[in-house]
């Protein structure tokens, strides 16, 4: 990141001091003496008047679900920022590696440079309530052009670095956004290729390196900085003042797996209610107490990455260092050992990933050090899955076998120092919780959805079952819609994180809201007696057959993953046809530099052949049935999982392997790893229908 000239370094100073003492006034005016959901006041907290749960306009303003168990008054990005300042300015907040060297600014100075990047964003002439969409993988200044953003008076989004140019153009109009901010030539490219169908965009900003061509209205991050110095003080706190707790700031865009990305509204309110209740569910420390460290590397245009990297950093003062941009690609373990982090969180694919490295590291051991290792893991597994609480007491073997081998393992993924492992944004498969609980790792699964601001339900170290993904968000509430004879329905959600509405989208909004305001998720689940709840399916995933039978594709897909190790990705087809049948992906190696799949199988899945004497290497090795053993053992598979099925109709009858593995790229998959069905539906339709043909 970039520091001030002397200049900026006189006047960062001098604001630095203002913006100290007038946290000290604000937090002493800013005592509540009530509460109020209808746009009235607390006291030195206004609430915009509002008359509505929900709204389809960026300029509205909601009415807050405030009630008992979630009465904490209403405060805006700021306020919370501000808060934070007072109590952990002079601790270290952001890391970013500049030529092999960590350099890290406090929360007082990420505060101040957050206040030039929105009087920057002012000069360019941002516009109440236009957008600020930010392009690119996590830094600083990502962080300081979202919160900028906010503090302008702007609703700042995130853009997938993987979007092609009309998915960025989509968004950006959407959004009407004045400036985007991007990463790197790369991403500029895609912004160059359609600004001139961008009405609303008054300039680009590029933060990594210098632009590489004149573009009026492009500037680098250095010059963007300057822009606003002449900006006053008093303009940014007027407009700062401006803003309600109940009003939109940030939007959230669906990653469009059933459709075109929706524009997620959420509030100030939403977004400081959340940082603080979902991260008390999770067992965060104040930094004050012990400071919580973790590595930024997730999509930030998904509400769980920011959520937990960005606002989450900034409630409890935690140290957030930023990974390399190609941290996906490999390098992230190398930043984890280096920095040691408290806390990590991965979605789904990550974990896959780490558990499939640590398979091969191990498939490469001498005798005994694999018989160890094996051992260990297994008096791990055995000992986590008896003793559900993370305190409870466990047997001497666990011990011996942790201090001994499980210890070192975790060293070496750099989670030695990691005391809370969390996976979200989308469903995790019950070998990989089994693995890691072999490493003595507890992976928390948390819950949600973008138009919940993220978690409504999470376990933890004191919410903990298999293979439950916790209980509700202290604060929050649920209902089962339309519940079945097993106790199944659809899980609904009430709460302050509740989002304010999809933007333009009146007609969206009144179909995930009810009448009375209650978030419907399309998730089916059921509750234990204890409080737990338990995912069984998603209502528009639902398979309906030709004889009416509805199937949940999610169990059947991972039973099969889980029977048969070579599968990468499973996806079961038969909605309105007489029989179910599966598409099925191999597990291959990927390209380093682009991470597309190739042609090699993985080590694993190399592996596997060999046990069967196959002496297959490639995916073609096997598609198209060339390979009698490994078509065999897929079908044992199969045939293993239909057994367990409850009916005929849940039973896979037919199954064909594609030539290559879905990919975000390719389209199969969202940016966060989910089965994107309907582009796989249209992808593979002639494989599909080859498949029911007589």
Known sequence: MDFPDERGDYELENSVQKSMAQVQTDSEEDAPVGKTNTGEE?????????????????KGSVRLRIEEGCSEEPVTVHQMFKASVERYGNMYALASKKDNKWEKITFLEYYQFCRRAAKSFIKLGLERFHGVAILGFNSAEWFFSAVGAIMAGGTMTGIYATNS??????????????IIVVENQ????????????????????????????????LYSWEEFMELGLDVSEKELDDIIGSQRANQCCVLIYTSGTTGKPKGVMLSHDNITWTANYASKAGDVQPADTKQESLVSYLPLSHIAAQIYDLWKGIQWGEL???????????????????????????????????????????????????????WAM???????????????????????????????????????????????????????????????????????????????????????????????????????????????????????NIFMGFLNMEDKTREALDEDGW???????????????????????????????NVPPVPIEEAVKKEVPIISNAMLIGDKRKFLSMLLTLKCCSDKETTEPTEELSSEAVEFCRQLGSQATKVSDITEGKDKDVHQAIQEGINRVNAAATSNAQRIQKWTILEKDFTVSGGELGPTMKLRRPVVLEMYHKVIESLYQQ
């Open 42 to 58: 607390f006291a030195g907290t206004p609430l915009a008047q509002a008359h509505s749960l929900w709204t389809s306009d960026v």
């Open 320 to 374: 957030v260092y930023f990974a390399q941009p190609d941290a996906l690609k490999g390098s992230l373990i190398t930043t984890l050992r280096e920095v040691c982090p408290t806390s990590h969180m991965g979605v789904p694919r990550v974990w896959e990933k780490i558990m499939e490295k640590i398979k091969q590291a191990i498939s490469e051991c001498g005798y005994v050090k694999k018989k160890l290792v094996t």
């Open 165 to 178: 140019p009309e998915a960025c153009q989509y968004v950006a109009s959407d959004a009407k956004a004045n």
């Open 519 to 549: 978030l419907h998720s399309g998730d089916l689940g059921r509750i234990d007696e204890e409080g737990f709840l338990f995912i069984t399916g998603r209502i528009k995933e639902l398979i309906i057959t030709a004889g009416g039978e």
């Open 186 to 217: 790369k991403q500029l490219d895609k912004i160059l290729q359609i600004h001139d169908r961008l009405p609303h965009l008054k300039a680009i900003v590029q933060y990594s390196g210098q632009p590489l061509q004149t573009v009026s209205n």
């Open 378 to 496: 297994s008096v791990s597994l055995d000992a986590n899955q008896k003793c559900t609480q993370k305190d409870d007491e466990k047997p001497f073997l666990f011990t011996l076998a942790d201090s001994l081998v499980l210890q070192r393992l975790r060293a070496e993924l750099g989670l030695s120092c990691c005391e809370k492992f969390f996976s979200g944004a989308a469903p995790i498969g019950s070998e990989t919780v089994q693995f890691f609980l072999g490493l003595n790792i507890r992976l928390y699964e948390a819950y949600g959805m973008s138009e919940s601001t993220g978690p409504h339900f999470m376990s933890s170290p004191k919410a903990y079952k298999l293979p439950s993904c916790g209980k509700v968000v202290p604060g929050c509430r649920y209902k089962m819609a339309n519940v079945d004879s097993e106790g199944i329905g659809e899980i609904c959600f009430w709460g302050r």
